[in-house]
């Protein structure tokens, strides 16, 4: 399977604390090749090569478990 990229923000991203933690498990997700979270723009650049559905449920449920007010919308 190809490599894709997409890029998701993080609405409601409150520091940099909850973007690195929400980076470290997104990256041990499997088919994850690599993962980004810019606590500035609250934006996560993701690259995969795994079902996308099953991958941003995944994200959301890693996401709300460090900050239950993320939204989690594809750019």
């Known amino acids: 399977m190809a490599i894709t990229k997409k890029q998701y923000v993080l609405e ?9 933690k929400i980076q470290n498990d997104i990256q041990l997700l499997s088919g994850v090749k690599n993962a980004e ?3 500035t ?3 996560l650049s993701i ?3 795994s079902d996308i559905d099953t991958l941003v449920d995944d994200i959301t449920c ?5 900050d239950e007010d993320i939204v989690v919308k594809e750019v």
């Not at 409601?12 to 690195?20: E, K, M, R, S, V």
């Not at 890693?62 to 460090?66: D, P, R």
Request: glycine share 8%.
């Open 12 to 20: 409601g991203l409150c520091c940099g604390n909850c973007a690195a």
């Open 37 to 39: 979270v810019d606590a």
């Open 41 to 43: 723009t609250t934006i």
């Open 47 to 49: 690259e995969f090569d």
């Open 62 to 66: 890693i996401s709300v478990s460090h």
